[in-house]
Every structure is written in structure tokens, then in C-alpha cells.
């Protein structure tokens, strides 16, 4: 099945799942999801770089809607996937530029400017770097990070340290999809957390997957009437 090309519209499935979860958008439709087996829970799948050019245009416009009211004077788009949504929502921000860590260290880079890291996707650690030669964008302005997915929290906390690196506290962290809440414990609560949507986590069941109730954490999203789809 090809994921993440274009949306549908209610009915949608009911639980258990078993291969894919219909997730619910803020405007009602509906992007259906894989469901990622890690044997005793189970996330939804996003891979922005794998998305159509039509979702990925229509979550960054949802990102941007829910981002608006932090005032954001520039977007810090964290490698790899969350540059996909970073320059198109600073452009509808009305931003003239936006800032890009890397994962390569340039010969000019400074040791200071990085911060080891590693992902639910991506478990070998590696380090993320900032250019000091932009230090200058960030200097005492409203600084949005910006990722692809919260899951546990893991890139997006490399990515507040190595602002702090850069002697910036960020006003939010921008993502197209919370997934789940095991990013919570961790995250400092002076820094929100807004996304375009939310998705539950997923427990075994004999017939499927289903959504753990209260894991999705939808008040964080751009409508927070959203619900998980029960049995």
C-alpha cells in the first residue's frame, strides 16, 4: 500500500487495527498511517520525505496555523525530516530565510555548536551540527524548532541543547504529528509543543492493535475535538 499520498474521508475503520491507522485531520479527513510493531506497543508511521507533494503542503499549512500565535521571528528546521515542513512554514510565517542544522561538520564548524543524537527511526548516534556563520539570525529573536514527529523526545531535546548551545531558548517546538506522549516526562513544560495532529499509542490485542486511551494528545493540535478511533 502507498502511504502518505493523499487523503480520504470518513467512514473510517474502526479497532483493532492490524496494518494502518486512519488518522484524523484537523479540517476531518482522514491520512491513513502504518502501523510501526515494537511487539508490546505499536506508533503510527509518518515519513515526510515520502509524502506527496499535496500532504506535505496541507500539514506545513496546519503547522503554520497552529505556530501563528507564538510569534515566531525565525524557524530552526531539525535534520532530516523535519526540513521538509521548516522552509515552507517559515515562508508562510513571512519569513525571508530559514536556519538548517546538519548532520556533516563543515571545516569552519566549531565543536561547541553540537550535540550528540539519536531517534526512534534512526538508533545510531550521531551529532548535529549548527554554522556559526548564522549564530547572527538567531541573536535575540523568537526562535520555532521545528521536526517532523515528537516520539520520545529524543531528537527534538538535542535540538533545544543545541540551541541552548547558541544561547537560545526556543518559544515552541513545531511538529506535523505528536505521536503518543512518552516525549512528556522529559519535555521541559516553559517550552510548548504544538503539531498539526495527534496519534494515540497502540497496545496488542488478539484481533489488532488498539489505541491506548489518553496517550494522543490532541489539545496540543490545531482543533482539539479530535478523537481516536474506538472499537
Known amino acids: 500500500m502507498a502511504y502518505w499520498q493523499h487523503f480520504g474521508a470518513p467512514p473510517a475503520a474502526r479497532a483493532p487495527f492490524r496494518e494502518s491507522y486512519p488518522a484524523a485531520m484537523p479540517d476531518g479527513a482522514l491520512l491513513d498511517l502504518p502501523l510501526r510493531d515494537f511487539s508490546d506497543f505499536a506508533v503510527a508511521g509518518l515519513i515526510a520525505n515520502q509524502a506527496s507533494f499535496s ?11 497552529v505556530a501563528r500565535p507564538l510569534g515566531a521571528e525565525v524557524v530552526v528546521g531539525l535534520p532530516s525530516l523535519g526540513q521538509v515542513f521548516a522552509p515552507l512554514v517559515a515562508e508562510s510565517l513571512g519569513h525571508a530565510n530559514w536556519v538548517a542544522p546538519g548532520w556533516s561538520r563543515k571545516r569552519w564548524y566549531e565543536e561547541r555548536l553540537s550535540v550528540p543524537v539519536h531517534s526512534i527511526t534512526s ?3 550521531r551529532r548535529l551540527w549548527l554554522d556559526p556563520r548564522i549564530l547572527d539570525r538567531l541573536a535575540g529573536r523568537r526562535v520555532l524548532l521545528v521536526d517532523d514527529v515528537i516520539s520520545t523526545g529524543t531528537s527534538a531535546l538535542a535540538g533545544l541543547a543545541l540551541l ?4 537560545v531558548t526556543p518559544v515552541g517546538l ?5 505521536q503518543g506522549h512518552r516525549w512528556q516526562a522529559e519535555w521541559p513544560a ?18 489488532g492493535w488498539l489505541p491506548e486511551e489518553g496517550t494522543a494528545p490532541h489539545k496540543m493540535c490545531l482543533h482539539s475535538s479530535a478523537k481516536d478511533h474506538a472499537a
Open 55 to 65: 500532504v506535505i503542503r496541507r500539514l506545513a499549512g496546519w503547522m503554520t496555523e
Open 123 to 125: 538508533p545510531t548516534p
Open 164 to 167: 541552548a548551545a547558541a544561547g
Open 174 to 178: 513545531l511538529v506535523a504529528m505528536i
Open 190 to 207: 516553559a517550552i510548548p509543543v504544538r503539531g498539526a495532529f495527534a496519534t494515540p499509542i497502540f497496545r496488542p490485542s488478539p484481533a
